[in-house]
């Protein structure tokens, strides 16, 4: 096949961008509120010195609050996949907390921490927990007990099964997991940026709409997106390549 069609992606793209245009251009929608994609494009690089600074402030602290969440749904993940006493001990509280959206405790991390970034890489790093547990404990129940009773015969203690056979076989839910958790990360960025109100693209966001600077605020909301696509397609070229054998229904 040929044409725009061998593309189905690009060719929403492209659809959208003209439906856009469209509108703006025909009255359908009033182009004060929504602005046509080139005026939002030329908002965003004429206001790059603030919108470039917003941006690196509010990934750094969701990449920190992203790898703090990954890191400790990994250790509890581990432990309850692989011990039926951590998983009657933590599947409660697991499931408890599981229920309180990332959104949530934006409020109450600020009245205990007082500080943008902790607030906001807390809040990130309790939404993306959660469903990386879910991933990481799947993962530990669905590793062969072939492998490991064969590494144990050859005289592999605990740590060395864990480093030799659980790492290697959960790399691909751990991969699935960061990939799944990047809308999360972002959803709960800019938000927990508009709670505390200081900076970052959720602050940006506000002040350039209040403001009824709305190509600026396209120009941030569409950034935003943009991110968040290019790093989901990233991890999932990153998953295939590593792991063409794996798919999500190894989930189930």
Known sequence: MTGPLRFPGLTAVVVILSAWVTATATGFVNSEFIPPPGEVLRAGFEDWANLGPATLESMWTAL??????????????????????????????????????????????????????????????????????????????????????????????????????GIPSLLPYFLSSLRQNVSVALIVIVVADMVVGLSGLGFYILRTQSNALFGRMYASITLIAIIGYVAFRLLEVAQRRLFPWWSETSLA
């Not at 951590?86 to 599981?98: E, V």
């Not at 229920?99 to 109450?108: G, L, Y």
């Not at 902790?118 to 990130?124: D, K």
């Not at 990481?136 to 056979?165: C, M, N, W, Y």
Request: hydrophobic fraction near 60%.
């Open 64 to 165: 920190v609050g992203y790898a703090v969440g990954f890191g400790a749904a990994v250790v509890v993940g581990m432990a309850v996949g692989r011990y039926a006493s951590a998983d009657s001990w933590l599947s409660g509280p697991l499931d408890f907390f599981r229920a309180i959206p990332a959104v949530a405790v934006v409020p109450m991390a600020l009245l205990v921490l007082a500080d943008s970034f902790l607030v906001g890489a807390f809040a990130v790093a309790w939404g993306c927990f959660f469903l990386a547990v879910i991933n990481v404990v799947a993962g530990v129940k669905h590793i062969p007990d072939t492998l490991q009773d064969a590494a144990r015969s050859f005289g592999a203690g605990e740590v060395k099964v864990l480093r030799k056979v």
